[in-house]
């Protein structure tokens, strides 16, 4: 098969080889490895092709020292080559041969001078492909090595001036920073993501901004609070929405793990509660109260008042899934600053945007809804009292409303405050007013969440 005239046999024989190997005498190991050497050089592309792939396997299965009389010699040739797309098949040898030269020892000394090579080569595609093995060489090199000597050639791909190279090389980065472990390191990476961060390609600044906060969470306080944030301000002022998503993903990450942050970030991040596109306004209200904890470390009380503004604003907004996670970030809000401040400060202002009785006849119904989304998930963190007080009145004049989809949201609310009231309040406001609805409505969804309600009343102690 491997001297066949068609090349039909010729790339059929190469996945046998590896297996064949280890298992014939030394002659016949001796013939494969000729044989397997002339196919590597055949003229039919499709069997050269077929040779590379299986070059790594055949390598690991011949052991340390017939690999550095043979198959090393063979990957270099493989470099030389003319074509980008055969040199490209060296990379992919070197990570499999890995599994043979697996200690840093073997690794400097057989493979790391390969991959020196392939990092200066001409080609992009190759260079692309290296940036993306790079990771899984610093793992066997170890620490001190993928600090000393893999990280720059790391940081030089960054720099590419091919976009293909630096998309590659930034979605690795935080794999590579993790195996390098340096300080030093990690400083100089930053320094090269402030140019990256406004680099020509959206998919460049897009991945930078996706790994700002695993950078930071590996960094110092110094470091993050100096260099990275410097790239993250610039990130969220980016043109492309995806960017000042994944910004702030990165900031909401990081925001646990510091007690304070400089007031010029939290004045930044105000703007993007009215950002354009509402993934982006989804992902601020997701963070608000990382951003709020942040704001209290740093004693800024103005940033504080703007963010509830904000997301009591984000109540009225137009695409559903932001009202609700406004609801979500409001309850946290609660949770965060304390239930008093919540009847006192938030709910006051909130209810008056979504009250039935604030609004004329014609209002949108849909402000009442989301004002019933906001009692249920606030009333988690208010007492019996406080829910009676502020909620009920609200739950009650709700299941009267007169558009159908309120009264259903009414009945799911009263189900969720039930639970939370004393019996007395449970008996004497909420059953009268569920047993109301019962009577003269129609829809079979209202009935049926009103007379779940019923139900858990009943069941109360």
């Not at 590379?52 to 011949?62: A, Q, R």
């Not at 935080?174 to 990476?189: A, P, T």
């Not at 993903?249 to 993007?272: C, D, Y």
Request: charged fraction near 25%; hydrophobic fraction near 40%; proline fraction near 3%.
């Amino acid at each position: 098969m491997a001297t066949a005239e068609w090349f039909q046999p010729r790339v059929s024989v190469c996945p046998l080889f590896p297996k064949a190997y280890p298992k014939v005498g030394e002659q016949s190991q001796e013939k494969i490895v000729k044989w397997f050497s002339s196919l590597c050089k055949d003229e039919n592309p499709m069997v050269k092709k077929a040779a590379l792939v299986n070059m790594g396997k055949l390598s690991n299965s011949m052991g340390k020292k017939k690999i550095g009389e043979t198959m090393l010699v063979k990957l270099k040739d493989v470099c030389e080559e003319d074509s980008d797309l055969v040199r490209l098949f060296a990379v992919d040898i070197c990570k499999e041969m890995l599994e043979t030269f697996n200690d840093t020892k073997e690794f400097t000394s057989n493979l790391w001078p390969i991959i020196k090579q392939l990092s200066e080569d001409s080609s992009w595609r190759v260079r692309k492909e290296l940036a993306t093995s790079l990771p899984k060489f610093a793992k066997t090199a170890g620490q001190a090595m993928a600090a000393k000597e893999i990280l720059p050639i790391f940081v030089a791909l960054l720099q590419d001036r091919e976009s293909e190279v630096k998309i590659a090389a930034t979605a690795n980065l935080v794999k590579l920073c993790e195996e390098c472990k340096s300080k030093e390191g990690l400083v100089q990476v930053v320094h090269v993501l402030r140019d990256l961060i406004e680099d020509a390609s959206q998919v460049v600044r897009a991945s930078v901004s996706k790994s700002l906060g695993d950078l930071a969470i590996m960094s110092d306080g110094k470091t993050t609070e100096g260099l990275i944030f410097d790239v993250m301000k610039l990130a969220v002022k980016d043109e492309d929405s995806v960017v000042r998503c994944n910004t702030l993903e990165s900031i909401q990450r990081i925001a646990g793990n510091l007690k304070s942050a400089p007031a010029t970030l939290l004045q930044v991040l105000q703007p993007f509660a009215s950002d354009p596109k509402w993934r982006v306004r989804r992902e601020y209200l997701k963070a608000s109260t990382a951003f709020a904890a942040i704001a209290a470390g740093s004693d800024n009380d103005g940033y504080d008042s703007k963010l509830t503004s904000n997301l009591i604003e984000c109540l009225s907004d137009h695409i559903s899934s932001i009202r609700e996670e406004a609801c979500v970030q409001l309850a946290a809000l609660v949770k965060l600053k304390g239930n008093t401040w919540g009847v006192k400060k938030l709910l006051p202002e909130a209810l008056k945007s979504v009250s039935q009785t604030d609004l004329a006849e014609q209002s949108n119904y849909i402000t009442r809804m989301t004002g019933l989304i906001l009692l249920e998930n606030v009333s988690q963190h208010l007492s019996a009292q406080q829910i009676t007080e502020h909620v009920c009145p609200f739950v009650e004049q709700c299941l009267k409303d007169g558009v159908e989809n309120v009264r259903f949201k009414a009945a799911r609310a009263a189900a969720t405050i039930i639970p939370l009231l004393s019996k007395k309040v449970v008996r004497e406001r909420i059953v009268p007013a569920l047993e109301a609805v019962q009577k003269g409505e129609q829809d079979t969804d209202i009935l049926f969440f009103s007379e779940q309600a019923l139900h858990i009343a009943s069941q109360k102690k």
